[in-house]
């Protein structure tokens, strides 16, 4: 089977990079046609140089990085530098990049590449606020049925918020953007807190990282160091929970996976639950399905995908 045609809309962000690296070591599962930077966990000129970052870590540097929208569409920026540091890629000490950004905004790449590539070949894969995705079906209605699928990483149901109490920070920091996405009629396969939960990166796991003694293994390791001080501490859990890269993951073995194909809607009207995704897990409405919702994952296998993916770099 060919290698998957996709773009990745993110805000690095610690496990947005295990998810670009992942993503970047898998050559035979996916073809990585651009990054799209978005503000997120922090501020856009910091996830626009944090992509380009990662890439020069991977070695992978003919890969082209946009800078996209620095604010979601009617809200203001509510960013995450509690959980990643104010660089946002708090933990490894990397060198600033030399790639340049791309010419352009990352809206129409995502926009022009939809148009040029063959209709269904392309998979949008978004790691954060979904404000770069919604402004490009804003702007051109035509792409939505030229999408093969987005695969994304938000929202959560029986882990609840993490944010708020109901909402997960990519759904609550654009939560209008995630509405046109969700009423899109795209096929979306959600990753929610649900399953990202269940990916803890263990000590023994961070290990199987830094063992493999390379700049992406340490890197990644010292990353999760960081990263999951904020996550043990408020869940007491045995590790970070590495929510990104489940979506690339899911893109080489969706096998790893399971989920139920369900109603989610976006809530944007009230200020107590704003973000929140109300997720028909039980199916107690008539409203039409319109996305897979991940609620599990074979944690083992997860991470001896990463581990070996992690040491071709
Ligand atoms: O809630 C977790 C999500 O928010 C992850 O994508 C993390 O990188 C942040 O963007
Ligand atoms: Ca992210």
Known sequence: ????????????????????????????????????????NVPLDLTAKNARIICELA?????????????????????????????????????????????GHAVDFIIDTLRSEPAGTVTLCPLGPLTNIATALQNAPDIAERVQQIVLMGGAYFEVGNITP??????????????????????????PL??????????????AFRNLGTPAGIAVAQMTDFFERFDKEKYGSSG????????????????????????????????????????????????????????????DGFFDLLTERLARL
Request: a negative charge.
């Open 166 to 191: 109901a909402a997960e920070f990519n759904i609550y920091v654009d939560p209008e953007a995630a509405d046109i996405v969700f009423k899109s009629g795209i096929e979306i396969v959600v990753m």
């Open 1 to 40: 089977m060919p290698a998957q045609k996709i773009i990745i809309d993110t805000d690095p962000g610690q496990d947005d990079a295990v998810a670009i690296l992942l993503a970047l070591a898998s050559p035979e599962d996916v073809e990585v046609l651009g990054l799209t930077a978005v503000a997120g």
């Open 59 to 103: 070695g992978k540097v003919d890969v082209p990085v946009y800078a996209g929208c620095d604010r979601p569409l009617g809200r203001d920026l509510v960013t995450a530098e509690h959980v990643h540091g104010k660089t946002g890629l708090d933990g490894p000490d990397l060198p600033d990049p030399t790639m340049p950004l791309a010419d």
């Open 240 to 299: 970070a929970p590495l929510h990104d890269p489940c979506v690339t993951a899911y893109l080489i073995k969706p096998e790893l996976f399971s989920g139920r194909h369900i109603n989610v809607e976006i809530e944007t009207g009230s200020t107590l639950t704003l973000g929140m995704t109300v997720a028909d897990w039980w199916r107690v409405t008539d409203r039409p399905a319109n996305a897979l919702f991940i609620g599990d994952l074979d944690a």
């Open 194 to 207: 649900d399953v990202t939960h269940k990916a803890l990166v263990t000590q023994s796991r961070n290990d």
